[in-house]
């Protein structure tokens, strides 16, 4: 018979990287009492193809995270092809607002972090609070490529954009 999804019937102001990106959604699992994104699939995805991670932490409910991802819509023309031309995948897992750091978890393989101690593997030293939305930019071993500077996911302009993926800051 027919497969539904919850998805399916998400309401169209559900937070979410624009389609024409090809992004990997990765729901959380062990909610509510923990969010835990499992980047093991993204990452595997990676050292097959050879690409890098572009990871977007958005909230549902989040207006700066709207804000981006209608930036993103809107300069797809543009960005699409510099995110594939500089080898990036999209990794987009859905948070909200009221998810706090402490019940934020990163699972790579048998591994799960608490934010916290995820941002610290990945040598950012910064002791962060949550912000979204967040971006990380790891290799296919999940080292960053590049620190990113707090409130990232707020890009407004191409340049910004392109800068970022090139990795110059």
């Known amino acids: 018979g027919m497969q539904f999804n919850a998805s399916d019937f998400l309401p169209a102001t559900q937070a979410a990287f624009p389609a024409r990106y090809s992004p990997m959604v990765v729901q959380p699992a062990g909610t509510p009492q923990r969010y835990e994104f499992d980047l093991s699939a993204a990452l595997a995805r990676a050292q097959k193809e050879n690409k890098r991670l572009y990871v977007y932490l958005g909230a549902s409910d989040c207006p700066f995270c709207r804000k981006y991802e209608t930036f993103l819509a809107r300069h797809a023309d543009e960005l699409v092809p ?27 393989g048998t591994r ?37 500077p707090a409130g990232t996911g707020t890009f407004e302009t191409v340049p910004e954009q392109l800068e970022i993926l090139r990795l110059e800051q």
Do not use: N, T
């Open 112 to 148: 799960s972090l608490p934010y916290a101690e995820f941002q610290r593997s990945i040598g950012d030293e910064r002791a962060r609070q949550l912000v979204y939305p967040s971006v990380w930019l790891l290799d296919a071993d999940a080292k960053p490529l590049m620190q990113m």
């Open 82 to 108: 510099q995110f594939v031309a500089q080898g990036y995948l999209l990794v987009d897992l859905r948070s909200s607002l009221s998810l706090k750091a402490d019940r934020l978890y990163i699972r790579i």
